[in-house]
């Protein structure tokens, strides 16, 4: 099958892929990962989000991927995006900050089987989402439909849930609102950070995903959906300065030194330990 996969130019975009390509390898004949880089102004200009986005993606993407795939040997756990590219036989296409009209035609020119999202900067038109054979399938870090939007795990900290949940549901043009087909639950803690519980979150409804993927190829799209009320939907936007104020005086971690070098670690090679990124400690 023709798989493409949509995904973000981050950190975690890396750690989901990590889990992803392994598990959907024997289904795919063909893979195209289109990723997306885009930083949102709300992103960048105060902290301790300026923080987050240089450990999410700065410096991944300029600094720690670049060193280490110029290393001989490699032995990592984790791959970097053009490791993946050349294990895995797949083309990554680079969106940049928008879907141009050549990027449509190229992914439509692909002709996908499906089209699996994961943690993706737009939203796909109709013309893209009708391209695949047998239908869209995201991610979503949130449980639907009490947490559509942005940023929900950082929503879910910050009302104190014991949980937060992985949606693995159908992609309509409506975002956020596509059949459930299941719902994945994280323990969040709380002595952990906001990025750290982010990837967690993921990495459960990846896994879920793929194997429903691998079950029902064909008809992943007609596997009965979860039920859930309307009137429960909530939409979250990206958290204000006063937010992640509120986050930190609650006593929630956005990212710390010692974490992020344990998130790093898995990238570089087995018993090498990882070059401080941070200056800071905790923010």
């Known amino acids: 099958m023709r798989l493409a996969i949509f995904s973000k130019a981050d950190i975690i975009g890396a750690y989901n892929l990590n889990t992803l390509l392994p598990e959907i390898q024997e289904l795919a004949s063909e893979i195209t990962i289109f990723l997306s880089d885009k930083v949102f102004p709300n992103e960048r200009g105060f902290q301790p989000v300026d923080t987050l986005t240089y450990c999410e993606r700065d410096y991944p993407l300029t600094q720690l991927f670049p060193y280490l795939e110029h290393q001989s040997n490699r032995n990592s756990a984790l791959l970097t995006f053009n490791e993946l590219s050349a294990v895995y036989n797949a083309n990554i296409v680079h969106m940049g900050e928008s879907i141009t009209s050549s990027c449509k035609e190229a992914i439509k020119e692909f002709a996908p089987d499906i089209i699996i999202s994961t943690r993706h900067d737009f939203i796909l038109p109709d013309d893209v989402l009708e391209s695949a054979k047998f239908g869209c399938v995201n991610t979503h870090p949130g449980k639907l439909p009490q947490f ?19 949606s693995v549901h159908l992609m309509t043009t409506k975002v956020d609102c596509g059949k459930i087909l299941a719902l994945t639950p994280w323990r969040l803690d709380y002595s952990r950070s906001l990025l750290w519980n982010t990837i967690q979150i993921y990495q459960k409804g990846i896994s879920e995903m793929a194997s429903i993927l691998c079950n029902n190829p064909q008809n992943f799209a007609a596997i009965p959906g979860t039920s859930y009320r309307e009137d429960d939907a909530r939409y979250f936007g990206a958290p204000s300065e006063k937010e992640f104020t509120n986050f930190s005086e609650a006593g929630h971690i956005v990212i710390s030194e010692e974490e992020y070098q344990k998130i790093v670690q898995p990238f ?11 200056q800071k400690a905790a923010v």
């Open 148 to 166: 559509r939007g942005l940023c929900t795990p950082f929503w879910a900290m910050l009302e104190h849930n014991e949980y937060a949940y992985c």
């Open 268 to 278: 570089y090679n087995r018993f090498s330990p990882p070059i401080p990124a941070l």
